[in-house]
């Protein structure tokens, strides 16, 4: 089974760290309108990205010492329309790109040194994880990736995105670092194949044009990660498994799965409280991966099977407090296939 940690020690000959990024001003064009509204229903990025969080709390300082500087250069009106600022496409100047670079800056250097004084690592993938990560200005986009692959023993990075946030001229930029001998991952959240799901989960797009995509993401020598979720609303197991045979028959480099949990302040969660949703057993989840991981091709790098909240935001499933539990649990539950993970 060719683990994430297993691919990079062939890659680069040690373990490469991925190091979260999540930069002020992002979104998803689900959240701000372009093409839904209040983003999918069980998302929370806070409760998977340790960097948000980091960044929310700088900014809240940051904001706290703006508005108690006193000079006529600053209002009260400047102050709200910085920090409610946010990233898309036809945005034609980014003020907060400076500030976004800092952020980028300085989350990584923190990231790269606890992981480089507790483990030793030394080598390092660039993560942007939270909202979209190439929903905004291209020359944004461009000062971004350029000044993340400049950084201290960067040996590449992953762009966590959408597939209606990917054009052909943003393929070409990245296949340039390519070329240049850097590791770039496209993170596509994907979820499911099936339309009435994406409908179901308010993700705004369809699954028109994904497999074209991925081919022209390969060609360019750029990998391909796709995003599962097993557990959807009205997903049997056999449809979860369809979606990935699915996935994997456009070609993919690596794929990401993990259980649907439920978290304070979704949609998800309302629904859950009504009795509309009844999220998947842990059981139902093991025979999910186990299945999974037969019909997967061992040239796929597999970089996740379990995921979860960890803390009092979680509503349900509540094994999903804890991955030791869920990686137990998996790992015995394969163990029954002859699978080792």
Known sequence: MLTVGRYFKQRFGQKVRKIPISLSGFTCPNIDGSVAKGGCIYCKNETFSPSLVMKKKQNKEETSI????????????????????????????????P?????LEEQFLYHSSYHKNKFGISKYMVYFQSFTNTYAPFDTLQALYTKALRLPNVVGMSIGTRVDCVDSKLLDFLGRFVDEGKEIWL????????????????????????????????????????????????????????????????????????????????????????????????EEYGEAIAQSLKVIPPTIVIQRVSAGAHDDSLLAPKWCFDKNIQMRYIRERLKKEGIDY
Not at 73 to 90: A, E, G, H, V
């Open 66 to 97: 703006l508005k108690n500087i006193n000079h006529d250069t600053i209002t009260k009106q400047d102050i709200k329309n910085f920090t409610n600022l946010k990233m898309n496409f036809s945005l034609e100047s980014n003020p907060l790109l």
């Open 99 to 103: 500030q976004q670079l800092k952020e």
């Open 187 to 282: 993170e596509y959240g994907i979820q499911s194949i099936y339309e009435e799901t994406l409908k179901i989960t308010n993700r705004g797009h369809t699954m028109d044009g994904v497999e074209n995509l991925f081919k022209e993401t390969r060609k360019r020598g750029i990998k391909v990660c796709a995003h599962l979720i097993y557990g959807l609303p009205n997903e049997s197991v056999e449809m979860m498994i369809e979606s990935l045979k699915t996935i994997i028959s456009y070609g993919v480099d690596s794929l990401k799965i993990h259980p649907l949990y439920v978290v304070e302040g979704t949609a998800l969660a309302r629904m859950y409280k009504k009795g509309e949703y009844t999220p998947i057993t842990l």
